[in-house]
């Protein structure tokens, strides 16, 4: 029987369905002894890659195979394969709630009235006497999404945003044509500045590589309306963290929230935390029962196939 190497969650009847036709190694102690491993949020490394014997096959539990050391796996003969799309709905869902936490002050209103946010340096709120002054939101029907990045969950943010709240979509991509943007009811732009200066509510919908670390920072930031919003919910390492912090602690634009960060997992010791303006989450975005069965089926059924194992069909499990 084939063995995988699984130390962390997936969904239940995922895990119900590998258990069903392979040996499932749950400790380190025996990681040398898979076929095949199921990877959610650990690094694969090439010290990691050294210790197995007979590993095939690596599946990622989602979209980014950012956390594999590729070359190191080609080089030991691993084949990598993600399963992508298949949480797309469930994080474009997230970034429309970021959207309206920002714009609406929710997140704020619940810190201000249970009290448990001290005044920041954005400002604070400690000698504010009309509550619902500076609880004053942002409506956004007719404003403008700008995505950075025009992938499916870009593409599904859009939808949401233009069918729901009646937003123009303009976006920016380096493999953005101009018929794939007619299509999409996208106004494409010719650079990612433009965006970040038309915008009023900007996604971040970059897969993170050595092109696009760091690719968003201190000169994009700038560009911003005051009034304007920035939400990432793809990778932290995308943006400059440190230049977002500066321009929120001074108000250069409205707010912040990002659900993913270049250290995770995320800690109130975050400096972006003690932004009134900023709204942080624990990357959650496809942390849904929908997209967790979705995905895990996905990167199981992937696992099984390439490890050559003999499974009836799993599409009514």
């Keep these: 029987m084939k063995k995988v190497f699984l130390c962390e969650f997936i969904h239940p009847d995922a895990y119900a369905y590998l258990k069903k036709y392979v040996e499932i190694i749950p400790v380190w102690d025996r990681f040398s002894e898979a076929d095949g491993l199921i990877d959610r949020n650990f690094k694969i ?3 990691l890659l050294q210790t197995t014997h007979q590993l095939k096959v690596i599946g990622v539990h989602g979209t980014g195979t950012d956390d594999v050391d590729l070359e190191a796996a080609k080089r030991h003969g691993v084949e990598v394969f993600s ?7 469930s994080v474009a869902e997230m970034n429309v709630a970021l959207m309206l936490a920002l714009g609406r002050k929710v997140v704020l ?3 201000m009235i249970v ?6 340096e954005a400002g604070g709120y400690a000698n504010k006497t009309n509550l619902f002054a500076e609880l004053q939101g942002t409506e956004f ?6 995505l950075i990045g025009v992938g499916e969950i870009s593409k599904r943010t859009a939808n949401i945003c233009r069918y729901g709240f009646g937003m123009n979509v303009i976006g920016w991509s380096r493999h953005l044509s101009d018929e794939d943007a007619d299509v999409l009811g996208i106004t494409k732009m010719e650079s990612m500045d433009d965006v970040f200066e038309q915008a009023d509510v900007i996604v971040i919908g970059l897969a993170l590589d050595n092109s696009t670390r760091g690719i968003v920072g201190r000169a994009q930031f700038e560009k911003m309306k005051p009034t304007a919003f920035l939400i990432n919910s793809t990778r ?6 440190d230049a977002l912090y500066d321009v929120l602690r001074n108000g250069k634009i409205a707010g912040a929230a990002c659900d993913v960060f270049v250290k995770e997992p995320l800690t109130l010791e975050h400096k ?5 303006n900023f709204v942080g989450t624990p990357h959650l975005g496809a942390n849904t029962d929908d997209a967790l069965r979705r995905v895990g089926m996905a990167v ?4 099984l196939e390439r490890l050559g194992v003999m499974t009836e069909d799993a599409d009514n499990q």
Excluded: C, Y
């Design 45 to 47: 490394t090439e010290e």
């Design 83 to 89: 399963v992508p799309h298949q949480n797309a709905q």
């Design 109 to 111: 209103a619940d810190r």
């Design 115 to 120: 009290g448990n946010r001290k005044p920041s």
């Design 141 to 146: 029907s007719g404003k403008t999404l700008g």
């Design 236 to 241: 932290g390492a995308v943006l400059d963290e």
């Design 272 to 276: 972006l935390m003690t932004l009134s």
């Design 300 to 303: 199981v059924k992937g696992v």
